[in-house]
């Protein structure tokens, strides 16, 4: 009689996290984040990433939250502490797990996430907000089933509803609930927000999303901080150690073509790879690894201005697409070899007839130290699908 007593207590005990685990799918909302105090918080904001020195966070602001009696405040540096010229924070459960630990929920059922968020004085920009995607890339033990991203998304002083459509996503097993990444180019004097009330909700009416046609003209890079960038010079070539050959600004002053910034790049060869290259990926460091990019069937051409710091300077190859991998982008088209006036000059690359159905390598350039012995300095500016 008592081992059948001690029995069925241990089965009560166990309802409890069986339910919480099934609660995404049952319940028609699941937190992330309603107040400091609630039990019904489910992740962690632990995941600190990038230069994480340059982040502040207080997770009980009282400074006129959207709900509740707290919300939670972020300050932003922008001061590239650890070098990245990125930082971000991500939700986790359970907390600092990048998909070593067994955790997260089973989030089926859920077909949106929504937030509140404002910046402190209008203007803020997130270069992205996400949810999933934690011990995917590389693949850990433990992988989130799914990655879905949003942004680039500019704040109001005022408190607004954003949403992430995950219709048709597979959330079965999600550690990282949400997550948002900001870079210095897109907040050179750093910036303070605040986010509140994260929660995913089941919502019937809405609908997978298909990837859509984008509107022309498309911007690759209109100037640093502008949200209308699509992509981001993450793929340095050949390997790593061109970080001893490239030295690239986003945000030069000197003597943009349109704006207050222009990007500039330097090459030198020190590593003696003997060439080098830079790709303007979405999302960042995606090798065809990650199913991104856009489809920009509806452009033609692809523009963009281009000099050099004293004219001559030779660029092999300026190309669109081309990225190759498990998502492999759809077409490759390119120009060159290009020899650089010191003026200003715009350049075209023919789109007529591509494939542009699927791009995540919006943009790239490579050189060597053949046609450049002396190295290269040259400058880039409005480069743009239209």
Same mark, same amino acid.
């Given at each position: 009689?008592?081992?059948?007593? %001690?029995?069925?207590?241990?089965?009560?005990?166990?309802?409890?996290?069986?339910?919480?685990?099934?609660?995404?799918?049952?319940?028609?909302?699941?937190?992330?984040?309603?107040?400091?105090?609630?039990?019904?918080?489910?992740?962690?904001?632990?995941?600190?990433?990038?230069?994480?020195?340059?982040?502040?966070?207080?997770?009980?602001?009282?400074?006129? @939250?959207?709900?509740?009696?707290?919300?939670?405040?972020?300050?932003?540096?922008?001061?590239?502490?650890?070098?990245?010229?990125?930082?971000? #924070?991500?939700?986790?459960? @359970?907390?600092?797990?990048?998909?070593?630990?067994?955790?997260?929920?089973? +989030?089926?059922?859920?077909?949106?996430?929504?937030?509140?968020?404002?910046?402190?004085?209008?203007?803020?920009?997130?270069?992205?907000? %996400?949810?999933?995607?934690?011990?995917?890339?590389?693949?850990?033990?433990?992988?989130?089933?799914?990655?879905?991203?949003?942004?680039?998304?500019?704040?109001?002083?005022?408190?607004?509803?954003?949403?992430?459509?995950?219709?048709?996503?597979?959330?079965?097993?999600?550690?990282?609930?949400?997550?948002? #990444?900001?870079?210095?180019? +897109?907040?050179?004097?750093?910036?303070?927000?605040?986010?509140?009330?994260?929660?995913?909700?089941?919502?019937?009416?809405?609908? @997978?999303?298909?990837?859509?046609?984008?509107?022309?003209?498309?911007?690759?890079?209109?100037?640093?901080?502008?949200?209308?960038?699509?992509?981001?010079?993450?793929?340095?070539? @050949?390997?790593?150690?061109?970080?001893?050959?490239?030295?690239?600004?986003?945000?030069?002053?000197?003597?943009?073509?349109?704006?207050?910034?222009?990007?500039?790049?330097?090459?030198?060869?020190?590593?003696?790879?003997?060439?080098?290259?830079?790709?303007?990926?979405?999302?960042?460091?995606?090798?065809?690894?990650?199913?991104?990019?856009?489809? +920009?069937?509806?452009?033609?051409?692809?523009?963009?201005?281009?000099?050099?710091?004293?004219?001559?300077?030779?660029?092999?190859?300026?190309?669109?697409?081309?990225?190759?991998?498990?998502?492999?982008?759809?077409?490759?088209?390119?120009?060159?070899?290009?020899?650089?006036?010191?003026?200003?000059?715009?350049?075209?690359?023919?789109?007529?007839?591509?494939?542009?159905?699927?791009?995540?390598?919006?943009?790239?350039?490579?050189?060597?130290?053949? %046609?450049?012995?002396?190295? %290269?300095?040259?400058?880039?500016?409005?480069?743009?699908?239209?």
């Amino acid at each position: 009689m008592k081992k059948f007593l %001690v029995l069925v207590l241990l089965l009560c005990l166990a309802v409890p996290a069986f339910a919480a685990k099934e609660q995404g799918n049952k319940a028609s909302e699941f937190i992330v984040y309603i107040d400091k105090t609630s039990p019904d918080n489910h992740f962690v904001p632990s995941g600190w990433m990038g230069d994480y020195g340059d982040i502040k966070m207080n997770d009980q602001a009282m400074d006129s @939250p959207h709900s509740g009696s707290t919300c939670i405040q972020f300050d932003y540096s922008g001061k590239k502490t650890q070098n990245n010229g990125w930082a971000g #924070v991500y939700w986790q459960n @359970p907390a600092n797990n990048w998909g070593s630990k067994k955790g997260g929920f089973d +989030l089926t059922g859920m077909t949106k996430l929504t937030f509140w968020a404002r910046g402190a004085k209008g203007g803020e920009i997130l270069q992205k907000v %996400v949810v999933g995607g934690v011990g995917m890339e590389p693949k850990a033990a433990y992988p989130d089933s799914a990655k879905i991203e949003m942004g680039p998304v500019e704040l109001t002083d005022s408190w607004k509803q954003y949403t992430i459509n995950l219709a048709g996503k597979d959330l079965s097993s999600i550690s990282g609930g949400f997550g948002w #990444v900001t870079t210095s180019d +897109l907040n050179p004097n750093g910036a303070t927000f605040y986010i509140d009330d994260i929660k995913f909700e089941a919502d019937a009416s809405m609908k @997978p999303e298909g990837r859509k046609q984008e509107s022309v003209p498309f911007y690759v890079y209109s100037d640093s901080r502008s949200a209308s960038n699509h992509f981001i010079p993450s793929g340095w070539m @050949p390997n790593a150690a061109t970080g001893k050959d490239l030295k690239f600004e986003a945000a030069s002053k000197e003597d943009p073509y349109l704006g207050d910034t222009c990007m500039k790049i330097q090459y030198q060869d020190v590593s003696g790879n003997r060439w080098a290259g830079i790709y303007w990926q979405n999302p960042a460091n995606n090798w065809g690894n990650v199913d991104g990019g856009f489809d +920009l069937s509806k452009a033609a051409k692809l523009t963009f201005w281009a000099r050099g710091a004293k004219g001559g300077e030779r660029i092999e190859e300026f190309k669109a697409g081309g990225i190759m991998g498990e998502y492999s982008d759809s077409d490759v088209a390119s120009i060159g070899p290009v020899i650089l006036n010191k003026d200003w000059t715009q350049y075209t690359i023919d789109l007529k007839g591509k494939d542009m159905s699927y791009i995540s390598g919006g943009f790239c350039w490579a050189t060597n130290v053949d %046609v450049n012995p002396d190295g %290269v300095t040259f400058y880039l500016d409005e480069i743009k699908y239209e």
